[in-house]
Structures are given as structure tokens and as C-alpha cells.
């Protein structure tokens, strides 16, 4: 079973740091491309960040470039999220998300209804950043 587990949500102050990770299993995960999303309250679902199993490469939103940082753990299949320079307007609950196809990932991040099709999510935690 293709599962994806995140932790290290939690409350952060204005300009603090929080680093996520994505635990998967069930699937090879070098065979995958994985990504960050993001839903505000009341808010639709936003693409964060994404990387491809090379590690190269990765897609960063405009509203988290240069302060978010995404990277892999191949021997420990996870990803990790590294927050920096946090603002209010990052709270949100985050999911990681999985995909054979790269493509298909990015194109999320770009158009988030296209999110439903991807081969996997996880259940996501809540990032609160207050001012």
C-alpha cells in the first residue's frame, strides 16, 4: 500500500524555521516524484515545491522561492521541507504528494485541481506562523 506520512507541523513565529518531512512506503521511491501543496483556511489547495527522484531540479512556488527549500533522503525514503523566514500567510495544513510522472507533479503545483490524479497523498500537518 503507497502510503506518505507527514510530520513537523506546529506553531512558529514570524520569521522562525520549521522543516516538514514525508516518510513513504509501500512503493520504490526512487520510481517517484514528490511534492509539498499547501491549503490555507478558507483557501483553495496550493502547489509549494517539488523535486524529481534525481533530486534535481526542483519547482518552487513565487510566494515561497528563496525561503523554502525541498529536498530528498533516498536512503531513508523521505522528503524534507525546510522552512524559512516564516510569514503568517504560510499557514496552512501541508501535504505531500506522490507521482510516477514529474510531469504530472509540476502540473499540480501549476494548476491544483489537477491534484486529485496523482498516485498518492498523505494526511498533512498544520504549519501556524503567528505575527
Known amino acids: 500500500e503507497v502510503q506518505l506520512v507527514e510530520s513537523g507541523g506546529g506553531l512558529a513565529q514570524t520569521g522562525g524555521s520549521l522543516r516538514l518531512s514525508c516518510a513513504a512506503s509501500g512503493f520504490t521511491f526512487d520510481d517517484y516524484a514528490i511534492g509539498w501543496f499547501r491549503q490555507a483556511p478558507g483557501k483553495g489547495r496550493e502547489g509549494v515545491a517539488c523535486i524529481r527522484k534525481t533530486g534535481e531540479t526542483p519547482y518552487y512556488s513565487e510566494s515561497v522561492e528563496g525561503r523554502f527549500t525541498i529536498s530528498s533522503d533516498n536512503a531513508k525514503n523521505t522528503v524534507y521541507l525546510q522552512m524559512n523566514n516564516l510569514k503568517p500567510e504560510d499557514t496552512a495544513v501541508y501535504y505531500c504528494?506522490?507521482?510516477?510522472?514529474?510531469?504530472?507533479?509540476?502540473?499540480?503545483?501549476?494548476?491544483?485541481?489537477?491534484?486529485?490524479?496523482?498516485?498518492?497523498w498523505g494526511q498533512g500537518t498544520l504549519v501556524t506562523v503567528s505575527s
Open positions: 504528494a506522490a507521482d510516477v510522472y514529474f510531469t504530472s507533479l509540476l502540473a499540480a503545483m501549476i494548476h491544483p485541481d489537477r491534484g486529485d490524479t496523482l498516485d498518492a
